[in-house]
């Protein structure tokens, strides 16, 4: 079992609709988690932290639910320029470092 | 001010080469990181370097070899490169890993196909 898990996707989405990504991790240990965004052919970058109480960037919501030992995101209103891999990557701390995996990701495309 | 960069950013080699690919930022960050990134597999890392002259292993170390002379520059060098070699690689930094919520920064990526 794959210790940071997503559902591939395809999504696709009309403009303006809302969309929620699921991320499962398997290492109860695990302490800090994140999304992060992937367009085509480039690097990943950060989108946003998820912390315990859950958290809203504008559009995007991530929440934790460390019971489950899930993460989600959600994004309202979606635009085009939305399209993209959203990773979800979990830091499990050993020996005192951050030991970051990641997902294989989600792709969201959202049409006109 | 390009924070940090990659080179070359494609690349084509034959089976048996070797090959190095270059990471340099300009932050000053303490680490470094490189993965691979593979369909269906995410991110993986492969070494990463807490500082100048230390290094680690990192899930998948095998077949390569990584050194950190200098803060702002860590080689990746694949000694013999093998066709599973093929894929895209990036390079990342970090200030530090004592906050559990510090993240890391990635360098462009190198496209590296092996024949």
């Known amino acids: 079992r794959k210790e940071v898990e997503q559902d591939p996707g395809p999504f696709n989405v009309p403009e303006g609709a809302t969309v929620a990504f699921n991320c499962t991790y398997s290492n109860s240990a695990s302490q800090s988690f994140f999304w992060y965004r992937q367009d085509c052919r480039k690097e990943p970058k950060l989108l946003m932290s998820?912390?315990?109480s859950g958290n809203e960037d504008g559009r995007f919501t991530a929440q934790l639910n460390r019971a489950s030992q899930y993460i989600s995101l959600l994004i309202r209103d979606s635009k085009l320029s939305d399209s993209a891999t959203y990773l979800c990557?979990?830091?499990?701390?050993?020996?005192?470092?951050?030991?970051?995996?990641f997902g294989a990701g989600t792709r969201l495309t959202v049409k006109p | 001010d390009a924070g940090i960069t990659q080179s070359p950013r494609y690349k084509i080699t034959e089976t048996g080469r070797q090959v190095t690919l270059m990471c340099h930022q300009t932050w000053s960050h303490s680490y470094m990181f490189w993965y691979r990134q593979d369909l269906g597999h995410g991110l993986r890392l492969i070494y990463y370097s807490a500082a100048a002259d230390i290094t680690d292993k990192g899930e998948v170390p095998d077949g390569y070899v990584v050194s950190r002379s200098k803060t702002e520059n860590f080689p990746l060098t694949l000694e013999s490169a093998t066709r599973s070699q093929t894929s895209v690689y990036f390079c990342?930094?970090?200030?530090?890993?004592?906050?559990?919520?510090?993240?890391?920064?990635f360098g462009p990526g190198t496209r590296l196909l092996v024949l």
């Open positions: 990557v979990v830091n499990i701390r050993r020996d005192n470092n951050n030991d970051m995996r």
């Open positions: 998820v912390y315990s």
């Open positions: 990342a930094s970090g200030p530090g890993q004592l906050d559990p919520q510090e993240t890391q920064y």
